[in-house]
């Protein structure tokens, strides 16, 4: 199955990868990274693009 994580601003000086396939599979703990704070952007897009590929797909949305 693709993952199509998104990478959220979440407080002034975090931001946050999300992944809806890894919040609907409830039998696996998500990934490192993945719905946890980080300090920069350059950081989450990183931990996005690597979970995408990791997980099937390179399609990645942003949010702000």
């Keep these: 199955m693709q993952h199509h994580p998104v990478v ?3 407080t002034p000086d ?3 990868v999300i992944c809806p396939e890894c919040q609907r599979d409830k039998e696996e ?3 490192v990274g993945i719905n946890l704070p980080v ?3 350059a950081i989450a ?3 996005a693009t690597n979970h ?3 997980r099937g797909g390179l399609e ?3 949010a702000g």
Excluded: F, G, Q, V
């Design 29 to 31: 703990t998500p990934p």
């Design 60 to 62: 990645r949305k942003l």
């Design 8 to 10: 959220r601003h979440s």
């Design 45 to 47: 897009e990183m931990l």
């Design 52 to 54: 995408a590929r990791r």
């Design 14 to 16: 975090s931001w946050i």
């Design 39 to 41: 300090s920069t952007s």
